[in-house]
Nanobody, 121 residues
Framework: QVQLVESGGGLVQAGGSLRLSCAAS?????MGWFRQAPGKEREIVAA????????YYADSVTGRFTISRDNAKNTVYLQMNSLKPEDTAVYYC?????????????????WGQGTQVTVSS
């Protein structure tokens, strides 16, 4: 069983930056960040393989967000720059019991409770 705890969300003005963290209680393999805005489906934002050598980004965040991990700390990060109002959502961390990058929501086995990110215009 893996427990995930996100932190780092908050309120920021458009153009600003935030860094989200996700601490895993147990060994977590492939990791991902998802987000869900009110009335919308939960969508993938970024994903990273077990060793961090492979990453994936949604088109909407490419060039602005960076996913990284520190396996010694069992922590995954999402650096978010040049934030836009449309980035406003609850951001969720997820873990999959595989070592490769996972982009499909249904393949993730564990989920955090989410952290709110609000970008004001």
């Amino acid at each position: 069983q893996v427990q995930l705890v996100e932190s780092g969300g908050g309120l920021v003005q458009a153009g600003g930056s935030l860094r989200l963290s996700c601490a895993a209680s147990g060994r977590a393999y492939a990791m991902g960040w998802f987000r869900q805005a009110p009335g919308k489906e939960r969508e993938i934002v970024a994903a990273i393989s077990w060793r961090g050598g492979s990453t994936y980004y949604a088109d909407s965040v490419t060039g602005r967000f960076t996913i990284s991990r520190d396996n010694a700390k069992n922590t995954v990060y999402l650096q978010m720059n040049s934030l836009k109002p449309e980035d406003t959502a609850v951001y969720y961390c997820a873990a999959a019991a595989t070592r490769v990058v996972v982009t499909t929501k249904s393949r993730y086995d564990y989920w955090g409770q989410g952290t709110q990110v609000t970008v004001s215009s």
